[in-house]
């Protein structure tokens, strides 16, 4: 079972279950745990599985307490902990399922057997798992509970306010409220995604959104389509709020929007900042920032993207506006308020600068398209006077750089290349020259003594803003020596325990990676978690 969770369900497992792959990004398969199958939780047990990040430091001395001198270990993505699985004794698992009983003797039991609850929910009529699969006649067709996978939960908390504790079902693409009426459940509240398409996901999380000392139930639910080349994933939070004898969604809040062309070799992302203020009781008011920009994607616009930046040239970057949205909570649900504009949309053509000279020497980056229709990208080497230095490296021409700079102190500028470049770069004979599953900046440092270069730094990281900040060179900890910055990933895993069915949890975010001169080249000293803006 989790840590500080009561306790999770037994598995069965059926005949004719779609295997889906298991996603474990950046990091070895999780052991899947095994499961005990009874269940006695105290009638006051009271769980909290909100998630909560690690701020950025901003100063010396948060940066110090990250960055050792002895470290010596590759990157890996950092997160804030979070409950993990206690393992127990698996039970045999047989080929029969329970028997289910009449559904008023099983909502009369105060804490049900997972055997029964699995039988009761596998015996519901598909109507009775919510709207949001019979909003959608393809996915009512396809959609039917399995049964429970390894990562769910029976989680028993007072959620309406009445001081009983009542029971939530927590599994993937799946969550339940159980309100307890004093000698008897309810019928459950449902809500439930088919299990469509790429990597679909969900995540649930008790907190008080409205500010009155009764948790919310926050369900996180990751969705994707798309087609040859293109996927595009969805990250979307359902508030579901309870009352005495009753729940609802009381906000459908989208978080991030991103759109992944391997085709054009570029992406679109519209990601947001949600903060919640709950300074005067009953009035809680939720803001949203949202940020975003399009570069290299055919499809701009596949329905949630409505801006007439869409009419620009793929190649251009496209940032668009800006805003903010605004909830107030009114007793019954989250109501909008506004949206403002806080920056306009606009285009930027291109960022290039493909020649650089200092003392006689002259660089040049030269680039070919690799002549793909799908992975469309360019390959560039770098010249120095005419001769071929280092090897070639995906790129985007016109969003790639070349300079002189002095970056380690030494009096002589070192050859600074940062490119632009799609995922998974080939070159002209058809051959990855790269394996980075994301859209990415480059950082390539060589020193120069006049007929040699000595490469000190070819690091790569995802482009993660509208800046098309993927790598940067800053003095982050303010001791006068510049150090490079990188964005991991697109994705970071916050719960995780991948299983046959489905893939793990992860939300859209990042950590940055923080490498130092050590006098002979970048190395890597640190992973700072918690950078979630565009």
């Keep these: 079972m989790r840590a500080s969770r009561v306790k999770p369900f037994a598995i069965i497992c059926w005949a004719g279950i779609l295997i889906l792959a298991s996603c474990t990004p950046d990091n070895a398969s999780t052991p899947v745990p095994t499961i005990d199958t009874e269940v006695s939780p105290s009638p006051a047990a009271s769980i909290s599985l909100s998630h909560t990040p690690t701020p950025r430091p901003s100063d010396a001395a948060s940066l110090a307490e990250l960055i050792t001198p002895t470290a010596t270990n590759s990157p890996t993505p950092s997160e804030t902990p ?33 055997e029964w609850m699995e039988a009761y929910l596998r015996n519901l009529p598909f109507e009775q798992f919510g709207r949001l699969v019979a909003a959608d006649r393809y996915a009512f067709d396809v959609f039917g509970y399995e049964g429970f996978s390894p990562e769910a939960d029976l989680i028993y908390q007072d959620v309406n306010g009445d001081a009983d504790a009542d029971l939530i079902v927590a599994d993937d693409l799946l969550v339940g409220v159980f309100l307890w009426s004093g000698n008897s459940y309810a019928p459950p509240y449902l809500i439930a995604f088919p299990k469509l398409k790429y990597q679909p996901g969900s995540h649930v999380e008790l907190a008080d959104w409205t500010n009155d000392g009764v948790p919310e139930i926050l369900f996180d639910y990751r969705g994707d389509t798309g087609g040859t080349g293109i996927v595009y994933t969805s990250w979307t939070r359902y508030i579901i709020r309870c009352l005495a004898d009753s729940c609802e969604v009381a906000l459908e809040l989208p978080l991030t929007y991103l759109t992944d062309d391997y085709n054009g070799g570029g992406m679109t992302l519209m990601n947001s900042a949600v903060s919640l203020d709950a300074s005067v009781p009953g009035q809680t008011l939720i803001e949203q920032v949202w940020e975003g920009f399009s570069i290299y994607n055919f499809d701009f616009s596949p329905g949630f993207y409505p801006y007439a930046l869409a009419d620009n040239p793929i190649e251009s970057l496209k940032v668009l506006s800006t805003t903010l949205d605004s ?7 989250f109501q909008p308020l506004n949206s403002v504009v806080l920056s306009n949309a606009y285009v930027v053509d291109q960022d290039a600068q493909l020649e650089a000279a200092y003392n006689g020497d002259a660089a040049s980056v030269q680039y070919q398209h690799n002549g793909r229709g799908d992975a469309m990208n360019d390959v560039c080497q770098l010249y120095v006077n005419e001769m071929m230095v280092g090897l070639p490296f995906g790129c985007k021409r016109n969003f790639t750089q070349v ?23 080939y070159d002209n004979d058809g051959n990855h020259m790269d394996d980075i599953q994301c859209m990415h900046q480059r950082q390539i440092i060589y020193q120069w003594d006049g007929e040699q270069a000595i490469e000190i730094a070819n690091i790569a990281g995802c482009v993660v803003r509208s800046n098309l900040f993927g790598v940067e060179l800053v003095d982050y900890d303010g001791d006068g020596h510049l150090e490079i910055l990188a964005a991991s990933s697109w994705t970071s895993n916050v719960d995780c325990v991948p299983t046959s069915r489905l893939p793990c949890w992860y939300h859209f975010g990042y950590t940055t990676q923080v490498y130092r001169w050590d006098g002979f080249g970048f190395t890597y000293v640190a992973e700072i978690p918690n950078n979630t803006l565009p």
């Design 82 to 114: 979070t409950p993990s699985p206690t393992v127990t004794s698996r039970p045999t698992v047989t080929p029969t399922a329970t028997p289910p009983m009449p559904a008023e003797e099983f909502l009369a039991i105060r804490y049900p057997q997972v």
């Design 327 to 333: 909830y107030r909570w009114n007793g019954l649900q």
């Design 403 to 425: 300079s002189w700079q002095n970056l380690i102190g030494d009096e002589e500028p070192e050859l600074v290349i940062r490119a632009l470049s799609g995922k998974l770069p």
